[in-house]
């Protein structure tokens, strides 16, 4: 919201989230039911960003790899430019990882930032008990991506 607010990007697009067996079996009903996406949606238009510019990327994902895959799907070759990815400090490398993967051979620049709220602090990250455990979630993610792991 920031970033757009500062005119940076036209459009701001938000990770579905995933989608459980119980969420899938209540829209097949046709029953409302908020996904994590349409939470982050709303949250991006009470802040001020006009509806018309905020998407959520269509069908579920569990894991960054995913998020990566589903927004080429979403956006063909030749349709963008240029992305930025705002994520976690600790996640950042593999995000980056993850998308330059999916979108560089289609000539798309990846811009990675880190959210102005994340209070981690990686240059210390053994001071802090969340540091310590976010340091230690990515490590093996990031290596399975680096093996050729992913969505």
Same mark, same amino acid.
């Given at each position: %919201?920031?970033? =757009?607010?500062?005119?940076?990007?036209?459009?701001? $697009?938000?990770? /579905?989230?995933? $989608?459980? !067996?119980?969420?899938?079996?209540?829209?097949?009903?046709?029953?409302?039911?908020? &996904?994590?996406? +349409?939470? #982050?949606?709303?949250?991006?238009?009470?802040?001020? $960003? /006009?509806?018309? %510019? %905020?998407? $959520?990327?269509?069908?579920?994902?569990?894991?960054?790899?995913?998020? #990566? !895959?589903?927004?080429?799907?979403?956006?063909?070759?030749?349709?963008?430019?240029?992305?930025?990815?705002?994520?976690?400090? =600790?996640?950042? &490398?593999?995000?980056?990882?993850?998308?330059?993967?999916?979108?560089?051979?289609?000539?798309?620049?990846?811009?990675?930032?880190?959210?102005? =709220? +994340?209070?981690? %602090? /990686?240059?210390?990250?053994?001071?802090?008990? @969340?540091?310590?455990? +976010?340091?230690?979630?990515?490590?093996? @993610?990031? !290596?399975?991506?680096?093996?050729?792991?992913?969505?």
């Amino acid at each position: %919201v920031d970033h =757009y607010k500062e005119a940076w990007p036209p459009a701001i $697009v938000t990770s /579905p989230g995933i $989608v459980s !067996a119980l969420e899938a079996e209540l829209q097949a009903k046709g029953v409302r039911y908020p &996904r994590e996406g +349409d939470l #982050a949606r709303d949250a991006v238009i009470s802040s001020g $960003v /006009p509806g018309s %510019v %905020v998407t $959520v990327l269509p069908g579920g994902v569990d894991n960054t790899a995913a998020e #990566a !895959a589903g927004f080429r799907r979403a956006h063909p070759a030749g349709s963008i430019h240029r992305l930025i990815v705002v994520t976690s400090s =600790y996640h950042l &490398r593999r995000a980056g990882y993850a998308f330059r993967r999916e979108l560089g051979r289609d000539g798309v620049q990846i811009i990675m930032r880190p959210s102005r =709220y +994340d209070e981690a %602090v /990686p240059g210390r990250w053994w001071t802090r008990r @969340k540091d310590i455990r +976010d340091m230690l979630s990515e490590l093996p @993610k990031f !290596a399975a991506y680096v093996a050729g792991l992913g969505e």
